[in-house]
């Protein structure tokens, strides 16, 4: 009998193999994409970190480019 709190190993197969394919479909992306996908996490970061309260310097924040 598997733990209460335990997700089942059909479960977890499921969420590894799910890993694998998002890991492999970034690999695939052309390198713009991939700087693009970036520059849109640190704007996320920075609001985030702004809604905390949190000042930052300015050579911290993200800039304000299109790539």
Do not use: C, T
């Amino acid at each position: 009998m598997a733990e209460p709190n335990r997700p089942s190993d059909e479960l977890l197969a499921r969420l590894y193999e799910g890993k694998r394919a998002l890991h492999a479909a970034q690999r695939a992306l052309p390198f713009p994409e991939k700087i693009r996908q970036l520059l849109e996490l640190q704007k996320i970061y920075y609001e985030v970190l702004r809604a905390r309260g949190v000042e930052l310097q300015p050579w911290q924040k993200p800039w304000d480019i299109e790539p």
